[in-house]
C-alpha cells in the first residue's frame, strides 16, 4: 500500500481550501458515497493532524496522510490523489498495485 498525490491535485487542495505550508490533509473513511472497494463507504479529505498514519505523503508544502486504523479500506491498494482536468478539480482514487492508470 502507499499514498501517491500528483503535484497538481496537491496545488488544487492548497487553493481550494486556502491552505499554508506545513498543514495537514487526512484522508478518512466515511459512511455513504459512491466507493468502489467497500460497500457502502466511500472517502473524504479533511484538514486535520496526524495521530499515527499508516500512510503519508508530503507534496507542495502540504502533508496528506490515512490513519494507520482506516488502511483496512484500502484492502491492500494504493491510494491516489489525482487532479482531473475534465472535471477541474482532484479526486480521490484507490487503484490495484498493478494497474498503471484509472481508478478501480
Do not use: N, T
Not at 481550501?17 to 459512511?31: A, S
Not at 488502511?71 to 472535471?87: G, R
Amino acid at each position: 500500500m502507499r499514498l501517491v498525490v500528483e503535484p497538481e491535485a496537491a496545488r488544487w487542495y492548497k487553493r481550494e481550501l486556502g491552505l499554508d505550508d506545513g498543514e495537514q490533509l487526512r484522508v478518512f473513511v466515511r459512511l455513504g458515497g459512491c466507493g468502489s472497494v467497500q460497500p457502502g463507504l466511500s472517502l473524504g479529505i479533511m484538514k486535520d493532524e496526524s495521530r499515527s498514519p499508516g500512510l503519508r505523503e508530503e507534496r507542495e508544502g502540504l502533508v496528506f496522510f490515512m490513519e494507520e486504523d482506516q488502511l483496512w479500506y484500502l484492502d491492500a491498494k494504493e491510494l491516489h490523489l489525482v487532479y482531473d482536468e475534465a472535471e477541474r478539480e482532484a479526486v480521490i482514487e484507490v487503484r490495484d498495485a498493478r494497474m498503471k492508470g484509472g481508478a478501480e
